[in-house]
């Protein structure tokens, strides 16, 4: 496993994140990549898929079965999926898939019902504590770290390593009220679409009467807004979160988040209006 292969062995991953994790990819994806006739796929192709049921059927090298792991499974594309279904609906030799998803409810119903689910748990705040501290972070800053990555220690050590991102994160909800932009100096598209996206979802559960997940509560007090705009912007920032690699200004891009969350979240402030 160690060194990203085993004859038994497949894994379904994102090109994108096979690259990050430096799993290697097929040799017709890697040279599609290399001559430059396509960027790295977000999604998990159907040439993927197909190659990993040819896998399947070839026989065992140490005649103990074989393993498809497909990772994150919510990532196959619609064909790739009914690849898969078919697969599972007419199973090949010895192999087991293992679809390993954070979303499993954007799952095809017909694959969900082929599975035997088993739920896995996130590290305890102790666990991802002393995780984080063997990575490098100061304990000081390891309950914000969490907090902002809802719990996720991988998430947490990517924020609290993107430059002044942790110290700014408790200002972000008042800055977009305010409608200041400086909050996001320096950050790239992503993180500055997933800060928003976390302001949204911790107003839309105190809205319900829940606690907030992402920010602590004092960074949310005074804000007023409307709830069908706030789901109007959360449909609007995923939206945005799948355009997020194009080539957009930084700059322009964060003053139109900027601007678009200033309207939404003075949305129920009669002062406002």
Known sequence: MDV?????????????????????LSEKAQSEIDDKKRKPSKEIRVDAMREAVE?????SARGRGKVVLVFPAEDMNHITANALLKTLEEPVGDVR??????????LLPTIRSRCIAHTMEWPSPDEASDWLVAQGLSRDVIPLALQASGGRPD?????????????????????????DTTVFEDWGAALQIDAAHKVCHDLMLQFSGAEPRFFPKTSLQGIKTDIKLLAQWSKQLAGAMKTMEHPFNAGLMAEALVSQAQSVLNSGDPRKK
Do not use: N, Y
Request: aromatic share 6%.
């Open 4 to 24: 990203r292969t085993h004859a038994d062995l497949c894994v379904l991953m994102p090109e994108t994140t096979m690259l990050e994790l430096l799993w290697p």
């Open 55 to 59: 896998f399947a059927q070839r026989t």
């Open 97 to 106: 898939f293992v679809l390993a998803s954070e979303s499993a409810h954007q």
């Open 155 to 179: 998430d947490a050590l990517a924020i609290a390593s993107a430059g002044s991102a942790l110290e700014a994160w408790p200002l972000i909800p008042k800055a977009l009220l305010a409608g």
